[in-house]
């Protein structure tokens, strides 16, 4: 089964992200802050983190950077937030890692998770460095 980590600080968000997750066959572990982030993702080694920005203790691209550095190998990474700070979009490009704008479409980053998952060798992308072209875009939202 595969392991997703999600770090979000709203706790309703995360609940019910997590039950669609879980619904959807994932594994899921969660963390409300930076911190708890990088302790989760040291244990559970998820398979893939979905990472909101704007976190206590940190925020979601260090968080990304320091997973990837914690980890023995690359891990997908999907940002989810509600900010409106210009830049992020082109931020979480320029990582290779999707981004959505809450609210979400809850397919939409479904789709986004499989692809995510399906998309290299080992299941594994690298979300500090942009990815070459495929045929089929990761979705955004």
């Known amino acids: ?19 669609r997750l879980k619904s959807a066959g994932y594994e899921v572990t969660t963390a409300p802050d930076a911190l708890s982030a990088l302790y989760a993702a040291r244990h559970v080694q998820p398979d893939l983190a979905i990472l909101d920005i704007s976190l206590p203790a940190g925020n979601g691209f260090s968080v990304a950077e320091n997973i ?9 990474i999907i940002f989810l937030t509600a900010s409106k700070q210009r830049g992020l979009r082109q931020e979480a490009a ?3 890692a999707a ?14 998770i499989r692809y995510a998952l399906r998309s290299q060798p080992g299941h594994q992308i690298d979300a500090a460095t942009p990815q070459p072209a495929t045929p089929a875009p990761l979705p955004t939202a």
């Open 99 to 112: 981004f959505f704008e809450k609210p979400y479409d809850a397919d939409t980053l479904l789709d986004a």
């Open 94 to 96: 320029r990582r290779g």
């Open 1 to 19: 089964m595969e392991k997703i980590l999600i770090v979000e600080d709203d706790p309703s968000v995360a609940k019910g992200l997590g039950v």
């Open 68 to 76: 990837c550095d914690l980890m023995p190998t690359t891990t997908p």
